[in-house]
């Protein structure tokens, strides 16, 4: 297996309604390599000030992750602050400070140019191409993004969705970028813009996957007590690419099951603050949890 | 096939963003009753007042639909209107006038009250009760209920759940009976109320349904353009229950294709007014859906 992500590692201060944690790991790329670790190997590309504590590293070399592409600037680590609301749905971002990662520059090590599936986690559009020029081998290229993108820089990720194969969107981002109102229609225009597959996130709602030859709908994992949402899309999208890449093939029906690997690895990222839940998980908890959600989803 | 619903028979003015239509047919058992007749006959059982048309009493026997239950009553027929916003998760009641349904006393043909399949569709939960004593060779009972007979005639309501082998429930209505946010919680705490199923629905997000034996979660059948949301859920119990008296089974499994032949059903009723689609639909329409809904939502 080849996967390689690029995006953002950082230290984040959340607050919800039941409890908060300071300082504890976050980031796009962290969240997704943490998720997808539990398929196979995952090389990680991103930067991190001289605060960020070895034993991150070392937590996440732990779990597969080639951290050799995480370069260490000087300065501090990118850091963000939210607080979530009893509904879960509404978030606030009380702080974010860029920090190293303002004037990143992502320079893949060669085992990383070499990578056949790539994702590229939630980052500024022109940080993201620059990674896509360097993966000349990649098979199957997805991208996340965010409403202030969408909001500040529309012409930029119009230039990247136009070449990468797949494009993960929530429910407000895939309306914003299109302004449709319809979930469905909403994602058949995100089509147009050039990507084959678009992988639409509804939260607690579930997900569907379009593309010219491909339509697939499912619920979400009941979970019963969420915990923190942070995370759980990169690693929706950690659990997506994880499987494709460790079953190294890319047609319709695999990603159908990829879709279910992804809402089952969301799930137990929300379970726990950070990445406290999933960073503990194993492929076997996984698959069981696979099991259960084809059982409740099957005839 | 005996199946047996009992509610509301009316006409209704409807308003969306996008057009109107006034005096149509509408009333719950109506809706069911159209819904169900998709998969074989239904004896209807209501209250119609001296001003209800006659081709709207034989349009419903035209599908199968036993009206002899149907009492036509001196006044005039129930009536409701409502507005929809453009989200069409809001409506707006902007009258309801019970007229003959005010003192409706449900008296059951000798034909109905053999039924072995009973929908208590939405009523005053004291109506459903009476209807209920008549059943008395019920072998599946499924009640209906909405928001007004939660907020001032709860206890009639628990009653009616005590004695019910299952409920419908809308997202709102479930949190507003059980107090609990999380639908997957609440549904669980109705079932301590009595019911052995809860079927909650979710509007455009699907539905579940949870029991002892069965937990199952699907999503909608997407719709490109919705018209008018109006009975929907009332067709999806007719889809529902539709398909379990045709089957003569209540197990699990077929629970389940009965929830994708109620989210078919409802996907239907929402694509005109009234029942201006779903009435001209047939058992082959919904077969073809229910294969689209099954390619669209399977591995």
């Known amino acids: 297996m080849s996967l390689v992500v690029i995006g953002t590692l950082a230290y984040d201060s959340i607050e919800t309604p039941y409890d908060r944690r300071a300082d504890a790991l976050g980031g796009s790329a962290m969240y997704f390599s943490v998720a997808a670790s539990n398929f196979g190997p995952v090389r990680l590309v991103g930067v991190v000030g001289d605060d960020f504590k070895k034993s991150d590293l070392d937590f996440l070399a732990g779990r597969g992750i080639d951290v050799s592409g995480v370069e260490v600037a000087k300065g501090k680590s990118f850091r963000w602050s939210g607080r979530y609301e009893a509904d879960w749905n509404t978030r606030h971002t009380l702080d974010t400070q860029l920090n190293v990662f303002e004037h990143f520059d992502p320079k893949l090590p060669p085992a990383?140019?070499?990578?056949?599936?790539?994702?590229?986690?939630?980052?500024?559009?022109?940080?993201?191409m620059k990674a896509l020029d360097q993966v000349t081998k990649a098979r199957f290229v997805v991208a996340d993004t965010m409403n202030l993108w969408i909001d500040i820089k529309k012409s930029d990720l119009l230039a990247l969705l136009a070449r990468v194969d797949g494009v993960v969107l929530n429910?407000?981002?895939?309306?914003?970028?299109?302004g449709e109102k319809n979930l469905f229609r909403a994602a058949h225009k995100v089509l147009t813009y050039g990507p084959r597959y678009v992988i639409l996130k509804k939260g607690e709602h579930g997900a569907f996957l379009i593309g010219a030859d491909a339509h697939f709908s499912l619920p979400a994992y009941p979970v019963n007590a969420v915990v923190d949402p942070t995370g759980a899309g990169d690693c929706f999208a950690g659990g997506f690419m994880g499987y494709v890449a460790s079953a190294r093939n890319i047609e319709p029906r695999t990603l159908r099951r990829a879709m279910l690997y992804g809402t089952v690895t969301a799930s137990f990222c929300v379970q726990g603050f950070s990445v406290e839940d999933i960073g503990k998980r194993t492929r076997t908890d996984v698959e069981s949890r696979f099991n259960e959600l084809l059982d409740i989803t099957s005839l």
Chains 1, 2 share one sequence.
Do not use: S, Y
């Not at 140019?113 to 940080?127: G, H, K, Q, S, T």
């Open 112 to 128: 990383c140019r070499d990578a056949e599936f790539v994702f590229l986690a939630n980052a500024e559009p022109r940080i993201q």
């Open 171 to 178: 429910d407000e981002e895939a309306r914003m970028l299109t």
